[in-house]
């Protein structure tokens, strides 16, 4: 590649509403030297659905020409081999159920072809890295593993952030646990509240669930057998993005019982706070939390309803864990993922002839 040509980064994603992959590529966008990209994306009549995976397909490869282009989001041009893509993870492959017929099956169609064609893969975590080595039967030297990291503003904040929070969001305590209350499937709801009526009885009176991201009790309980909430339960809704950290810092634990993740950052945000974590045992969360964390197996209604009694009414473990998640987050940063990023599509832009 030669001196005048730039690294092409395919930034059709950022058109979409702010999750995981979109925060993992804007916080690279604003580490990787500007002066040594381009970024493309689709105008604002096409940012979505059909016309804009039609767009990456069809137009993308003659604006990238014979540039390297770097696909961050789960998704690129079938036809460019001189293509580096992230790959967050499989799930839309392994288990189609949990999202739309249309979706799954052009995963399914897309991901293995794509994988095989690109000249490198980044991927989050080890647990990622073999279900696509798996799945799309392709060497695993071609994948590089490349952590993620909590954003520089979770960290623990003080007693009038948390308050405010709080009062913003109608939570009724100051003593509670907090859990992601996503609507997607995977995200595990139901056991973690059938945990929670079993345990709830158990814990102080002031300890309430608070589900956040929760939009709607229909949605919620879709595959929970309870007419109405638990004891005890609260939601928030959409929790703005500047209210997060407070609402970690506030938190006497951190529940993730999720059922598939290809890296899992919210627990690592919590950490990051000095928040305890509560995660599954499964794909790849133990390799985020380590041992500053308590595992559970997400199926296993006793497990989590156990771990979330230990949490609350041993004060030696939650000190423990608390001061244990604060080291554990610190092993992760994006400078450090985005200067690895920019390692490998350095080295394989040199390497295109």
């Keep these: ?27 690279l966008l604003t580490r990787i030297p500007p002066n040594k990209i381009r970024v493309e994306s689709p105008s604002v ?14 137009i993308l490869p003659i604006r990238v020409s014979k540039n390297l282009l770097w696909s961050p989001a789960n998704t690129g041009p079938i036809a460019i081999r001189n293509q580096v893509v992230s790959i967050h993870d499989m799930s839309a ?36 890295r073999d279900r696509i080595v798996d799945i799309c039967q392709i060497d695993d030297k071609k994948v590089v593993v490349i952590n993620g990291a909590a954003d520089m503003r979770f960290f623990k904040k003080p007693p009038e ?50 589900l956040s991201g929760a939009k709607g009790k229909s949605m919620v309980f879709r595959d929970v057998p309870f007419e109405n909430l638990p004891s005890h339960v609260h ?12 609402l970690y810092s506030g ?16 627990p690592l945000e919590a950490m990051a706070c000095g928040t305890p974590v509560i995660v599954s045992n499964t794909t790849s969360l133990p390799e985020v939390v380590g041992n500053a964390g308590l595992r559970v197996d997400p199926l296993n209604v006793e497990q989590i309803a156990d771990a979330i009694q230990r949490l609350v009414t041993n004060n030696n473990l939650h ?26 599509l350095q080295e394989v832009a040199e390497n295109l002839s």
């Design 235 to 246: 939601l928030t809704g959409f929790v703005p993005d500047q209210l997060l950290p407070a």
């Design 161 to 210: 952030d948390i308050k405010a929070a709080r009062k913003a969001l109608s939570i009724p305590t100051e003593n509670y646990i907090l859990a992601v209350g996503s609507l997607e499937p995977r995200k595990n709801l139901g056991y973690l509240l059938k945990a929670w009526s079993i345990v709830q009885p158990l814990l102080p009176h002031s300890l309430w669930l608070i």
């Design 1 to 27: 590649m030669n001196d005048k040509s730039k690294i092409i980064v395919n930034t059709r994603i950022l058109h979409s509403p702010t999750t995981g992959v979109q925060r993992y590529l804007q916080e």
């Design 319 to 344: 000190q423990s864990l608390q001061k244990k998640g604060l080291e554990r987050a610190k092993l992760f940063s994006w400078d450090k993922t985005a200067a690895s990023t920019w390692n490998v």
């Design 251 to 266: 938190a006497k634990a951190f529940v993730y019982p999720s059922l598939y993740e290809g890296f899992g950052l919210p």
């Design 45 to 58: 009549a096409s940012f979505s659905g059909i016309k804009a995976h039609l767009w990456e397909q069809t």
């Design 93 to 128: 492959v392994e288990h189609p159920e949990w999202f739309s017929k249309n979706f799954s099956a052009w995963y399914r169609f897309l991901l293995p072809k794509l994988a095989q064609r690109v000249q490198k893969i980044l991927t989050d975590s080890e647990f990622s």
